[in-house]
């Protein structure tokens, strides 16, 4: 079957450009909608997994869905403590801290509008156990003082958070004496202080989790099954990447499956869009139609070469809200994450991945709005085209 040029296909869009744009920009929108949803979802579960370190392992109170609702007492913490096979510092200290977590309300800067934000006690080794964490300003606390270091976003986001401003909450007042970047994690949504002060002030007496490292990442399965079946435990060990993970799940699933369903709905009004347009491309073509049928090109020829045109319009349109999308890999935003009720601050993130879907989401525009005018094109009898013309 003789095919009809591309370059046919593209020089009529060329020579309707004032309708190719207007519908090519009402796709781009429904593009820049799909793929923005998929960047922000994809940009939240980065953020998260990127909290986790490969070779750190979490403890939590069995049961727990987040670091908040987690227990550990002491007792257990010093059988972690004393587990064979952690990793050691420089001086010969295991790497492991003692973690309590807790949420406190803030005052946004700006607004003044309060906003969960997660607050963690920590120690030395807890800044080892998280080399992707880095003082930007400041210094870091000293430990058994009311003095606390602010991740980048809470600095920036919250009122009071800024390096020498003071806090207050717990009953304390809490001086910033430094500011951390998390490098994009989720760590730049926390303030950090001593866990015995944390612990003291918010009147606990248990710690949320405990992290460590071990000196084998392969001896892993073997020490979770000793904690498993040691009686006196009632905690459960996860890597501490699967953890985060996990806790990026419920927030990226709704984000994706909310963001997927308006551009379904918006999808249909481009999809109408493209079929008018191509409808009116035929009707205006009909004389056309009839001379590449008398000049020898077969039906499938002209349905190829009709919606060849609506599959180069959608592209087109794809690419340019693609392109618009892009551009959100510069905003920083912040959200609620679902599984601890805290703050979580986060960039939109474009992957090869999002690139294909969205491509592919245009051209099943095109390919739907295309087809049925496409369809009619090629069942014109060459003797009605021609009398038309």
């Known amino acids: 079957m003789k095919a009809i040029p591309l370059s046919y296909i593209a020089r009529n869009l060329w020579v309707r450009r004032v309708t190719t744009l207007l519908t090519a920009g009402g796709m781009a929108l429904v593009v820049y909608v799909f793929a923005t949803v998929l960047m922000m979802s994809e940009g939240i579960r980065a953020t998260l997994v990127a909290t986790g370190q490969p070779d750190n392992v979490i403890a939590l109170r069995k049961g727990a869905g987040a670091e908040i609702n987690s227990g550990v007492d002491r007792g257990q913490a010093a059988?972690?403590?004393?587990?064979?096979?952690?990793?050691?510092?420089?001086?010969?200290?295991?790497l492991i801290t003692k973690e309590p977590v807790v949420l406190n309300n803030l005052p946004k800067r700006g607004t003044g509008k309060p906003s969960n934000v997660t607050v963690r006690g920590t120690s030395a080794s807890g800044l080892q156990l998280r080399p992707q964490v880095r003082l930007v300003e400041g210094r870091m606390f000293r430990p058994g003082t009311a003095e606390i270091?602010?991740?980048r976003a809470i600095a920036q986001g919250f009122q009071g958070a800024g390096l020498g401003e003071t806090l207050r909450f717990a009953g304390r007042d809490w001086t910033v004496v430094g500011v951390f970047d998390a490098g994009r994690s989720g760590f730049d949504?926390?303030?950090?202080?001593?866990?015995?002060?944390?612990?003291?002030?918010?009147?606990?007496?248990?710690?949320s989790t405990v992290v460590f490292r071990l000196a084998d990442a392969s001896q892993f399965e073997a020490i979770k099954a000793q904690i498993e079946a040691d009686p006196r435990m009632t905690v459960e060990l996860k890597p501490e990447m699967k953890f985060y993970a996990e806790q990026s799940e419920a927030l990226a699933k709704?984000?994706?499956?909310?963001?997927?369903?308006?551009?379904?709905?918006?999808?249909?009004?481009?999809?109408?869009g493209a079929m008018i347009t191509m409808f009116a491309a035929v009707a205006s073509r009909t004389g056309e139609i009839g001379t590449l049928r008398a000049l020898g090109f077969r039906r499938g020829a002209v349905l190829v070469a009709f919606l060849g045109e609506s599959l180069l319009l959608s592209l087109v349109g794809g690419l340019i809200g693609l392109a618009a999308a892009s551009l959100m890999q510069t905003v920083n935003i912040s959200t609620t994450n679902f599984q601890?009720?805290?703050?979580?601050?986060?960039?939109?993130?474009?992957?090869?991945?999002i690139v294909w879907q969205t491509l592919a989401f245009a051209l099943f525009m095109g390919f739907v709005g295309g087809f049925i005018p496409a369809w009619g094109a090629a069942r014109m009898k060459i003797v009605d085209c021609l009398r038309a013309a």
């Open 79 to 94: 059988i972690l403590e004393s587990l064979p096979g952690l990793a050691t510092d420089a001086a010969g200290a295991p």
């Open 340 to 353: 601890t009720f805290s703050e979580l601050a986060f960039q939109f993130k474009l992957t090869a991945s």
């Open 254 to 272: 709704f984000i994706s499956i909310l963001g997927t369903a308006l551009s379904v709905i918006f999808s249909i009004g481009a999809i109408v």
């Open 149 to 151: 270091v602010t991740g």
């Open 189 to 207: 949504s926390e303030i950090w202080g001593d866990a015995e002060q944390m612990l003291q002030a918010f009147r606990r007496n248990a710690f």
